[in-house]
């Protein structure tokens, strides 16, 4: 059985259940994180999620921002690593993921080649995808697209959020890692080339333009949109008032089927303590919305202090 010496790559929250699995069962040389950055109204200086559980772990950190620098190849050759994991980072140049003697892998939150890409556990409920997992695969110079490890699958229940889906394929990926870790070190991997699907679904970055709500579609399609996008960064849409179009964020969302009234899509009906939206075929009830400048609120609250006769229509376009 061969001896590793890992190298660890992650920055988020995701990341820091495989790292801490990792340094259960293998020796961790060096974690390499993103550099800390100020946030905040404070602009207090951040660092990020595995930083924080490496320095309590008494594990080094390097946090390039240069990751071709010849100082980073230094602390390369100095830490030795014959394998290094990669999980929610940047892209790597060949000269780093090439450098370990067993390769670099990563855990990429999808089953590839479906939905490579920034935002894979958003995009698999936003389509409505039934399910998806987690895949370990060696780096090449592309992305997302090198030679298949191992991978995990799960079912995605009717309303998961990408938040509760999160939360599973983390701990998913987690014992992936450790699996895959141990079939390196035990000389039993077989790899896979990524085949070229016909419609290979893809997995971009999240934006403004990708993130807003069109009433004009089915309501269980709008559904799984919202949730894909819940609680970060939420999806939104722009709400029509008699002076002004503002654009607001949209939380939880249910089908009302106590209305039966017929309407143009967008329409929308304030009951006691709910506001509802007329989509395709179906009124949707919001449950939590966030109006502009304020924190999100459930919908019965932001009622309270709302003006209900200034609004006038949900809109699928900023106009």
């Known amino acids: ?32 994180t993103a550099p800390d950055k100020p946030s905040g109204r404070g602009r207090k200086v951040n660092q990020s999620a595995i930083k924080k559980y490496a320095c309590k772990q008494n ?12 100082s980073f190849q230094s602390d390369l050759k100095r830490l030795k690593p014959n394998l290094a994991i990669v999980v929610a980072f940047r ?27 920034a935002a894979p556990i958003n995009w698999a409920i936003m389509n409505g995808e039934k399910e998806t997992g987690v895949t370990s695969f060696f780096l090449d110079e592309k992305i997302d697209t090198g030679a298949i490890i191992d991978a995990r699958r799960i079912q995605i229940e009717k309303g998961e959020t990408a938040g509760s889906l999160h939360d599973k394929l983390m701990q998913l990926g987690a014992d992936l890692a450790v699996e ?26 999240l934006n403004k333009e990708n993130t807003q709500i069109r009433w004009d579609q089915d309501a269980d399609k709008i559904l799984d949109f919202i949730n894909g996008l819940y609680p970060y960064p939420l999806a939104w849409s722009s709400l029509e008032e008699r002076e002004r179009t503002i654009q607001i964020k949209v939380g939880k969302v249910e089908i009302d089927e106590t209305i039966e009234q017929k309407a143009e899509i967008g329409d ?52």
């Open 59 to 70: 594990i080094e950190v390097l946090q390039p921002t240069n990751l071709k620098s010849d």
């Open 180 to 205: 895959t870790a141990r079939a390196i070190a035990e000389e039993r991997i077989e790899t896979t080339l990524q085949t070229k699907l016909s419609e290979n679904k893809e997995a971009p970055k």
């Open 1 to 32: 059985m061969k001896k590793l010496k890992i190298l660890f790559l992650g920055t988020p929250d995701f990341a820091v259940e495989t790292l801490s699995k990792l340094h259960q069962h293998f020796d961790i040389v060096g974690v390499v």
């Open 91 to 117: 892209m790597l140049p060949e000269k780093v993921w090439n450098f370990p003697k067993y390769g670099t892998f990563n855990i990429h939150a999808s089953l590839l080649p479906n939905y490579r890409g």
């Open 268 to 319: 929308l009906i304030f009951g006691k303590n709910k506001l509802s939206v007329k989509a395709k075929n179906a009124w949707l009830s919001i449950q939590e919305l966030k109006y502009p400048g304020k924190r999100m609120l459930k919908t019965q609250d932001f009622l309270n202090g709302y003006d209900q006769d200034k609004a006038v229509k949900m809109h699928s376009s900023e106009s």
